[in-house]
């Protein structure tokens, strides 16, 4: 297969993918991958193939490609490929929730400048650096390299970069209890999909709402996260987007028990829990469990809610997710200060402040934690942040 030919049957590729047949469009992309003599092509199909498997939650399979890929490019002798191959290698290392690797391959890319089109994949770097940070708990350097991605966001006029840089933005908020910012965050990201997003993939719209619903129920608006996760799920479903299919289905079952309606939340939470399970979402994982937990304690049921935990304890322990483990020792401790188990409680409460000291989560100012209520926060330039009050 000739150069041409290649062209034109990646074209085909994409016209299938975007109008939905995402199996016919993989069947002729990896024809082309079988037959083509032209390394930029199967350089570029192999970049199909990638961005294909991981909107599908194929994950495993989205690394096979992109090692497939860093060959292809060693062979084409050009940094920019070899840039966007470390950049692929690092993404997908970080929805197989493998931070370190994460950081490593980003750091690679960083330094493997030079070219033009190396400066503008800068961004999208940063922007995997951030999130792989921010799976490790490590709050000061996530904020520094969302940041640093918005800044190349804005100097490059890349508006799908900024709106997945403000999704992260709107989930790192979350995660430190800033829930004001949290919600502002997805809503810019919903305004820049209004204002250019005509002709983007619906995964951008989905995207926003879902980090909105988060936002909103956090805020205790449930109706109103109720209304942007149908609306996120709804596109998930159109598109066969697995990952997002599942965070709606948790974000629903966190409703549900917000509401108190634990009967209706487990099944939720089952059918979440099973699709992260399918595409290797540790991270997810761990969210779910956090929920599941919540529940049992709901329904007063505390030796199923430690068995929870257990199973969440030994992923976040796995990943180094100090958040979620310092989340499981504030369990931990109230379910023990129930049971009256004091050796128990002390041992959680010292091990939630070793947690705090780690992850650094107190005010500069005033020296109170940050994260154990909702709270205005202000970042300072070094990306240290204190309470606004």
Known sequence: MGQDQTKQQIEK???LYQSNQTEKALRVWMRVLEKSADPAGRFRVLGCLITAHAEMGRYKDMLKFAVVQIDTARELKDPDYLTESYLNLARSNEKLCEFQKTISYCKTCLNMQGTTVSLQLNGQVSLSMGNAFLGLSIFQKALECFEKALRYAHNNDDKMLECRVCCSLGNFYTQIKDYEKALF?????????????????????????????????????????????EESMKIALQHGDRPLQALCLLCFADIHRSRKDVQTAFPRYDSSMSIMTEIGNRLGLIQVLLGVTKCWMIQKELDKALESIEKAQELAEGLGNKLGLL???CLCERIYRTKEQQRELRDHVVKFHECVEEMELYCGMCGESIG??????????????????
């Open 372 to 389: 154990e209520k909702n709270n205005q926060l202000q970042a300072l330039p070094c990306s240290h942040f204190f309470h606004l009050k």
């Open 185 to 229: 965050f997805p809503c810019k990201a919903a305004e820049l999909v209004n204002d250019y997003g005509k002709s983007w993939s619906l995964k951008y719209r989905a995207m926003s709402q879902y980090h909105m619903a988060v936002a909103y129920r956090k805020l205790g608006h449930l109706a109103d996260a109720m209304g942007c996760c």
């Open 327 to 329: 989340k499981l020792h």
């Open 13 to 15: 590729g994409l016209h």
